[in-house]
């Protein structure tokens, strides 16, 4: 495995050896085209160069050679003017000259285009040779990454040949096992086969046992059966699937009927978790009245209200061939609410499932019996409330009517009091008349028309003088 490291993202990951060589491969390939292009544009350009620098050093020296001879055409028509004999003869030697001269630079510019041509031939030799090492280069690493490749495809074929020789060989174990299950499962089909057949002899025998034991039973022994069977099979598993529970025969029939067993759960709390009315019933096969199991809803409906049960379940062998009943728990709430029929072999587990339904519950349970609670301490705070206001309304209406009986009596008092008070006003006013009367007698009113009286008032003045040496005249006391 190799580890390398994104460029963009800088973050690294993991490869395994194919794809690093896939990837490597890659790289290469682009990097040999890029150098090759880059190589073929570097040898254009300097075949190009080549090619334009002969050209150029050609026709510089041409125009040398052409100013060259000018020059010397110029000087050898000087001279003709001098000697046109001389100047023939130097004409046509220097126009020979100027030919050979000219032909020796059409050679020079024919070999340098012949150097150029070879130097470029030479160039494309150099790079095809270069070309050629790199390509072989590159087939050599291609054949040492096909190498490579070959050892990874053969260790990977031998990989994988180990592993589907251990697949194989699972494979083989597993069809051994799968043979021997096979065999297995013969054996113990045959074996049950064997036990079926013996088992159902056994239990074709029961069964005429039991047919031959409820010719001899009465009804009532019947249903006792059934009932004493559900009991055995509560009573075999009461201390460890239901430590809690109450489970006995319903003996109230103070409203007229009852039904054949109560159960009751309870969690520690005392919180009741469900409630359940039993009822057992059974017949003979040779009964000639055949009973069916709606006859004793209505009757187990009413007992489960009148027990305060939650549910009702009939334990019923009645309607043997009925497959809505046999089918296993029948359901029937449609006609009365939480009412179930069940065969005896599921007793157990519908104690187990109304129980376990219940215990879902018993939260919300516990919430409502908290709940009902409070409303029963409220309920009694408000009687005790309502109480303590009818003691207090009849103490305030006695006290009331005790204070406006006294109110009455102050009042008839005041009434008397006020009387006694007029006659007291009126004796005084009696007393004063009675006073102002008594100031008003004197002795000359008292004798007045009595002389004998007045005799005596007028011996008795003579005795007794005033203090004052007057003579009193009037009686004391009587002013």
């Not at 008349?433 to 008032?457: C, E, H, S, W, Y």
Request: proline share 2%.
């Amino acid at each position: 495995m190799h580890e390398l490291i994104c460029p963009h993202c800088d973050k690294a990951f993991t490869i395994d050896e194919a794809g690093y060589a896939d990837i490597v491969k890659q790289v290469r390939d682009r990097e040999f085209d890029t150098a090759l292009h880059e190589r073929l544009e570097i040898a254009a350009r300097e075949k190009s160069d080549a090619v334009a620098l002969a050209e150029t050093k050609a026709a510089s020296e041409l125009q040398q050679a052409e100013a060259a001879k000018n020059a010397e055409i110029q000087e050898l028509k000087a001279k003709l003017d001098a000697g046109r004999s001389e100047q023939e003869i130097a004409v046509t030697k220097a126009v020979s000259a100027a030919e050979r001269q000219r032909d020796a630079l059409e050679a020079a510019l024919a070999q340098a285009k012949q150097e150029s041509q070879t130097a470029l031939v030479l160039a494309e030799a150099k790079l095809r040779s270069e070309m050629q090492a790199t390509a072989s280069a590159k087939d050599s690493q291609i054949q040492e990454l096909k190498a490579r490749l070959d050892a990874g495809e053969t260790a990977k074929q031998l990989a994988v040949t180990q592993a589907v020789g251990t697949v194989e060989k699972e494979r083989d174990e597993l069809k051994t096992g799968l043979e021997l299950a096979r065999m297995e499962k013969q054996l113990s089909e045959q074996a049950l086969t064997e036990k079926f057949a013996l088992d159902r002899k056994d239990l074709e025998s029961e069964i005429e046992r039991l047919r031959d034991m409820k010719a001899r039973l009465s009804t009532k022994m019947v249903g006792e059966t059934l009932e004493q069977h559900c009991e055995t099979e509560f009573n075999r598993i009461r201390s460890t699937a239901f430590p809690t529970a109450y489970f006995e025969k319903d003996n109230d029939a103070s409203s007229g009927s009852k039904g054949d067993y109560v159960f009751r759960d309870s969690d520690p709390a005392g919180t009741e978790i469900v409630s359940i009315m039993f009822e057992m019933k059974n017949e003979n096969d040779t009964t000639a009245t055949k009973h069916k199991n709606e006859d004793f809803f209505k009757e187990l409906d009413k007992d489960r209200t009148e027990k305060g049960c939650e549910y009702a379940v009939l334990v019923s062998l009645l309607e043997p061939e009925n497959e809505f009943y046999n089918s296993g728990i029948a359901d029937v709430s449609y006609r009365y609410p939480k009412m179930y029929v069940i065969r005896p072999q599921f007793f157990i587990p519908m104690i187990s499932l109304l129980r376990n339904a219940a215990l879902s519950s018993l939260k919300y349970k516990q919430e409502l019996e908290s709940v009902k609670a409070q409303n029963v301490d409220i309920t009694n705070f408000e009687n005790e409330l309502d109480d303590f206001k009818a003691r207090f309304g009849k103490n305030y209406e006695l006290a009331s009517r005790r204070f406006h009986e006294a109110i009455d009596q102050i009042d008839k008092s005041i009434a008397q009091l006020q009387k006694v008070k007029e006659s007291l006003q009126g004796s005084e006013r009696n007393l004063r008349l009675a006073n102002d009367k008594a100031q008003d007698v004197t002795i000359k009113k008292l004798t007045r028309g009595n002389p004998t009286m007045a005799a005596k008032f007028a011996e008795l003045d003579r005795v007794l003088p005033s203090a004052d040496g007057e003579v009193q005249t009037e009686l004391p006391g009587l002013s």
